[in-house]
């Protein structure tokens, strides 16, 4: 963007008194007239500059702003059948030598655009059996629909992935959310630290 510059062009000369000096007039480059007419142009450019600071302000205030949601793995259990992830004194989510699944709600704003979906946490060598997803829920009910899932088989693991388009844009009136994990028997321990969910509102 250019600069936004103000260059006055008025600039006083001062009257002097006595028999000498000036006398008051309207016209000539020292008149009155002449006077006012320059500060009015300043004043007219000025108004101009202050447009376009104006409009620069109101495009730097628009489009997307980028917003991470941190969240720590509360996940329950599914039902009374299903062994849950245990939940450490540390608030992170713990599994060993077990198949487990869990889930919990995650309130997120309304229309919003998801972008990605983190998932950090630590696991032993060679497991394979673990998935996190993003999903949601139709409300009153109905089958997840997966909006993004994260696998780990590093220790310790940072993952993320990206939110399907089609599913992105938040609508709280219509779907609940809620982040899934399950894990095949691993023979090892696996700890889910944390969640985070990015998206952009405008």
Do not use: C
Not at 29 to 57: C, H, K, M, Y
Not at 64 to 89: E, Q
Request: charged fraction near 20%; avoid cysteine.
């Amino acid at each position: 963007m250019a600069d936004i510059v103000f260059q006055p062009t008025f600039v006083h000369k001062e009257f002097v008194d006595g028999p000498d000096g000036d006398r008051v007039r309207a016209d000539e480059p020292n008149g009155f007239n002449a006077r006012f007419a320059a500060i009015e142009n300043d004043l007219r450019q000025l108004s101009t500059v202050v447009a376009q600071i104006d409009a620069a302000v109101d495009r730097r205030g628009t489009g997307p702003v980028g917003h991470v949601l941190t969240l720590a793995p509360m996940l329950t259990s599914a039902d009374g059948g299903s062994v849950g992830w245990r939940i450490t004194p540390g608030g992170a989510a713990q599994a060993q030598d077990e198949d487990v699944y869990g889930q919990m709600e995650v309130t997120l704003p309304d229309n919003v655009q998801l972008t990605s979906f983190r998932v950090m946490g630590q696991v032993g060598v060679n497991v394979v059996g673990l998935a996190v997803s993003l999903a949601r829920v139709k409300i009153p009910g109905g089958t997840p629909e997966v909006l993004a899932t994260v696998s780990g088989d590093t220790d310790p693991f940072d993952r993320s992935a990206d939110v399907d388009l089609s599913k992105a844009v938040t609508a709280t009136a219509t779907y609940r959310y809620l982040v899934q994990a399950s894990l095949i028997n691993s023979g090892t321990t696996v700890t889910l630290a944390a969640f985070q969910i990015a998206y952009t509102s405008s």
